[in-house]
């Protein structure tokens, strides 16, 4: 993937993020297919990783595939991203895991 194609695709990783509602989350695997390819989860983590705007886009509401938070969340680590979605009511089924039944966005 070149450099105009990957900054292409980060920019819709992050229009999709934006929409992404309070008290909701998304996994990697399901903002990648919203972008048009299931199979650039990593990529998506990649984008989120360098959110040039992270109060405008909500990285904080994307986990893994069981819901397990992201141990190196940009802006501070797992603890932070955990303190940001309690903030807004997503629940856990354990300490790094948010409980997906209940806060799962579906698009």
Known sequence: ??????????????????????????????????CGNKRMSRQVGWALHVNPQPFVIPCHRVVDRFGHLAGAFAFGGATVQR???????????????????????EE
């Not at 194609?5 to 919203?34: D, H, M």
């Not at 303190?83 to 966005?105: A, M, P, Y």
Request: charged share 30%.
């Open 83 to 105: 303190d940001l979605l309690l903030g807004e009511g997503v629940t856990f089924v354990d300490d790094n895991t948010v409980d997906l039944e209940r806060h799962l966005w």
């Open 1 to 34: 993937m070149g450099k105009d194609s990957s900054n292409g695709f980060f920019e819709k990783v992050y229009e999709v993020v934006k929409r992404i509602p309070l008290g909701k989350v998304a996994t990697y695997g399901q903002i990648a297919r919203l």
